[in-house]
């Protein structure tokens, strides 16, 4: 099954820093859309939305 990659609605057309992502039966994928041969990242649905809901409320960003 080849993935259906897509980037956020918020970035813009020409922008600098973005990233894709590709749901599949097993998750979630992630690549960098300025290097979109150099590999990505795949996460299970349990783990994105871990990610997901620290990125909201700011606990990513702790150490």
Request: net charge positive.
């Amino acid at each position: 099954m080849q993935r259906q990659w897509r980037k956020s609605t918020w970035s813009s057309a020409g922008g600098p820093e973005c990233v894709e992502i590709a749901l599949d039966p097993n998750g979630v994928a992630v690549r960098d859309s300025k290097n979109r041969t150099g590999g990505g990242l795949d996460f299970g649905f349990a783990q994105w939305s871990r990610f997901v809901d620290g990125a909201k409320s700011g606990t990513a960003d702790r150490r």
